[in-house]
């Protein structure tokens, strides 16, 4: 049973604009969230993290707010540039120490 | 530094062949993983390693082996290939409390 959702295969934005990726989980033991960035052919990318500790984690354009109640987090990318394009996968875990559950992924376009 | 390196990068079996696929790590990571990704799925744990001549199953392990002879090296065997094996198979490592950080991956089609 998928433990970690990412309800929107996909979403297209436009270049400038703010680009919103959100992830559903289950369990409620996952206590670090992580997203990655995948290019085609390529390996994923560490992006950016949280623990439960904070709801929210900043990193220049990218931006992750986790709400532990609603057990939602949102990965926000302001302003999206073109070659922000690619899949962006949500991972969680039961501690940092212990193995990643990762969602199916949102493939993101940032057109021109 | 060349991180997480996978061998090989494509590889055609015939269903019932076997075959090992290799992960190196040369950043000293105690922790690796190997992952499979299918279409419109996210990756799959399928074994990992806490530290050297440790091994343990993830998520779907059937069909796979590994092994953790030295530190720096994962490897994964499929000891008898099966198309349901067709996949994207990634290596991770990772330092304590840091990121897993992955390999680019093996593409492996069993005909």
């Known amino acids: 049973d998928q433990q970690v959702k990412q309800n929107s295969p996909s979403l297209s934005v436009q270049e400038g604009r703010i680009s919103i990726l959100n992830c559903d989980y289950t369990?409620?033991?996952?206590?670090?969230f992580l997203w990655y960035k995948k290019y085609p052919a390529e390996g994923p990318t560490f992006l950016i993290s949280i623990s439960s500790i904070k709801d929210k984690n900043e990193d220049g354009r990218f931006t992750v707010f986790l709400n532990k109640s609603a057990k939602h987090l949102s990965l926000h990318i302001v302003p999206s540039q073109p070659g922000d394009s690619a899949v962006y996968f949500c991972?969680?875990?039961?501690?940092?120490?212990?193995?990643?559950?990762f969602g199916k992924g949102t493939s993101l376009l940032v057109t021109p | 530094n060349a991180g997480v390196t996978q061998t090989p990068k494509f590889r055609v079996l015939k269903t019932g062949q076997s075959m090992t696929l290799l992960c190196a790590q040369d950043?000293?990571?105690?922790?690796m993983y190997w992952y499979r990704q299918d279409p419109g799925m996210g990756l799959r744990l399928i074994h990992y390693s806490v530290g050297e001549g440790t091994t343990a199953k993830g998520e779907v392990p059937d069909g796979y082996n590994v092994s953790r002879l030295k530190k720096q090296n994962f490897l994964l065997g499929l000891e008898s290939a099966a198309p349901s094996q067709t996949s994207v198979y990634f290596c991770?490592?990772?330092?304590?409390?840091?990121?897993?950080?992955f390999g680019d991956g093996t593409r492996l089609s069993i005909l």
């Open positions: 369990n409620s033991m996952f206590d670090y």
């Open positions: 991770a490592s990772r330092d304590n409390n840091q990121p897993q950080h």
């Open positions: 950043m000293n990571h105690e922790y």
């Open positions: 991972a969680a875990s039961a501690g940092s120490g212990y193995a990643l559950n």
